[in-house]
């Protein structure tokens, strides 16, 4: 475990020592939030829309935000540069698991990932009217459970996508890709209620609903109990079987890497 742990404070030194720029970019990506909400203010202010009220909704593009915030600070570019610099080949020489390796880079970003958070809760609350709070405790309970499934399940997406550039050898249009499949389909930018219901149903059934869909859904109510539970099971079934599936395409990985690299 040491190895993974100094890759970690390795990860965290580099933003550090970048501040500027990481600054920078939680600026950009606090003006869309900001964006979103005065947008969805004037939306909303005739009244609910598919049972979204402007309360509501203010904790769901909060919620979206901040699972859309989680693996930004490490980014998909920097897993990707590995690849397509030829870093992969370095790395391979070294005594541990790769994927391993790329996760605990990709968790070392949680510390500013989650300050960024902490921020644009308080500004929220204190700028636009506060944010509702869960429930009860257990409501809260789940929601934080399945607020850390999001963690593991945006590292194997992005470390899935970021494998495609040992065939492609670009990364520009697989990020775009990626970036507007993963928004819509994981409610980031409109909730799924407010989709077609044949977009909404496809929706359901993929990986990324898990990412802010279901996070928000408990955060809210929407479901409870069993059904809370079963959301729960279903991030941790596609955490699992995708980690499993990037681990047996890393092995059709290698075979391109030693091709190309002869």
Same mark, same amino acid.
């Given at each position: 475990?040491?190895?993974?742990?100094?890759?970690?404070?390795?990860?965290?030194?580099?933003?550090?020592?970048?501040?500027?720029?990481?600054?920078?970019?939680?600026?950009?990506?606090?003006?869309?939030?900001?964006?979103?909400?005065?947008?969805?203010?004037?939306?909303?202010?005739?009244?609910?829309?598919?049972?979204?009220?402007?309360?509501?909704?203010?904790?769901?593009?909060?919620?979206?935000?901040?699972?859309?915030?989680?693996?930004? &600070?490490?980014?998909?570019?920097?897993?990707?540069?590995?690849?397509?610099?030829?870093?992969?080949?370095?790395?391979?020489?070294?005594?541990?698991?790769?994927?391993?390796?790329?996760? &605990?880079?990709?968790?070392?970003?949680?510390?500013?990932?989650?300050?960024?958070?902490?921020?644009?809760?308080?500004?929220?609350?204190?700028?636009?009217?506060?944010?509702?709070?869960?429930?009860?405790?257990?409501?809260?309970?789940?929601?934080?459970?399945?607020?850390?499934?999001?963690?593991?399940?945006?590292?194997?997406?992005?470390?899935?996508?970021?494998?495609?550039?040992?065939?492609?050898?670009?990364?520009?249009?697989?990020?775009?890709?990626?970036?507007?499949?993963?928004?819509?389909?994981?409610?980031?930018?409109?909730?799924?209620?407010? *989709?077609?219901?044949?977009?909404?149903?496809?929706?359901?059934?993929?990986?990324?609903?898990?990412?802010?869909?279901?996070?928000?859904?408990?955060?809210?109510?929407?479901?409870?109990?069993?059904?809370?539970?079963? *959301?729960?099971?279903?991030?941790?079934?596609?955490?699992?079987?995708?980690?499993?599936?990037?681990?047996?395409?890393?092995?059709?990985?290698?075979?391109?890497?030693?091709?190309?690299?002869?």
């Amino acid at each position: 475990m040491r190895p993974y742990y100094a890759l970690l404070r390795m990860s965290v030194r580099r933003l550090m020592s970048y501040r500027l720029s990481t600054v920078l970019g939680w600026i950009g990506g606090g003006a869309y939030l900001v964006a979103s909400l005065a947008v969805w203010s004037a939306l909303l202010a005739q009244g609910p829309i598919a049972g979204y009220d402007w309360e509501t909704m203010k904790a769901y593009l909060l919620i979206g935000w901040a699972t859309g915030a989680i693996g930004s &600070a490490s980014g998909d570019w920097r897993m990707a540069d590995r690849i397509l610099w030829g870093e992969v080949a370095t790395d391979l020489t070294k005594p541990i698991d790769y994927q391993g390796a790329r996760f &605990a880079e990709h968790a070392g970003g949680l510390v500013v990932e989650l300050a960024a958070i902490g921020v644009a809760v308080t500004a929220v609350a204190a700028f636009a009217g506060g944010v509702p709070l869960p429930a009860s405790p257990a409501q809260a309970g789940l929601f934080l459970l399945s607020f850390l499934m999001v963690v593991p399940l945006k590292f194997v997406i992005t470390y899935l996508i970021c494998m495609l550039c040992f065939w492609t050898h670009n990364f520009m249009g697989i990020s775009w890709a990626k970036q507007a499949v993963v928004t819509l389909f994981s409610g980031a930018l409109v909730p799924l209620a407010m *989709l077609p219901s044949w977009l909404a149903a496809t929706a359901a059934v993929l990986p990324f609903a898990s990412i802010t869909a279901t996070p928000a859904a408990l955060y809210l109510g929407q479901v409870t109990g069993t059904q809370a539970w079963q *959301l729960i099971a279903i991030q941790a079934g596609w955490v699992a079987g995708l980690w499993y599936a990037a681990r047996f395409i890393w092995r059709g990985a290698l075979r391109a890497l030693t091709i190309h690299g002869g």
